[in-house]
């Protein structure tokens, strides 16, 4: 009987370490903690100086705007992870650009579901809203701060290939991104 119960102690200490383990191997992030995310972004991309620009969540995702040191204006995604680490985050994807306003665009075929992210420096000097046509339903959202991160889950979705358009002041188009 003993012999039994130091087996399953000795399995219950086995996978207790392989979860601490993994927890601590900077895999998941707790998002309430910046330099948790810090941390794992410098290890994900290699940039040394990483100032975090803004941060959004939406569902099961949390997405980080940042500049890096090269001068780049990044994205960085989380996605809630799986139980039994379900108050944690892991890394999903990350995107970077020197255009102004871009988009990274991701299709989950298993659900249909569609994630966009618009992401960028605000051209407000001209533009004052923007549109993302996806599977022939137009989304729009109106420009208001300095900085644009705006998640978009797309349920029931074919594709994740998205028309995006910049308005002026009188609704005309005025370009695209």
Do not use: W
Not at 56 to 76: G, M
Not at 114 to 121: A, E, H, K, M, T
Not at 137 to 150: F, G, S
């Amino acid at each position: 009987m003993r012999k039994k119960i130091y087996i399953a102690l000795l399995i219950f200490i086995c996978i207790f370490a392989l979860i601490t383990q993994r927890i601590s191997s900077t895999s998941y992030v707790d998002i309430n903690n910046q330099e948790q995310i810090i941390s794992l972004i410098q290890k994900k991309t290699g940039h040394n100086t990483i100032t975090i620009q803004a941060t959004k969540s939406k569902e099961n995702i949390y997405a980080v705007l940042y500049k890096s040191d090269e001068d780049e204006i990044c994205l960085f995604l989380f996605e809630i992870a799986s139980f039994p680490f379900n108050n944690l985050y892991t890394y999903l994807g990350k995107a970077s650009s020197t255009a102004t306003l871009n988009t990274y665009n991701y299709h989950n075929y298993e659900t249909n579901t569609s994630l966009i992210i618009v992401y960028g420096n605000s051209p407000k000097e001209t533009a004052v809203s923007y549109s993302l046509e996806v599977n022939n339903i137009l989304y729009r959202e109106n420009i208001t701060d300095d900085k644009i991160l705006d998640i978009f889950i797309i349920k029931d979705s074919k594709s994740s290939s998205s028309i995006n358009t910049l308005y002026d002041s009188f609704g005309e188009i005025i370009g695209r991104f």
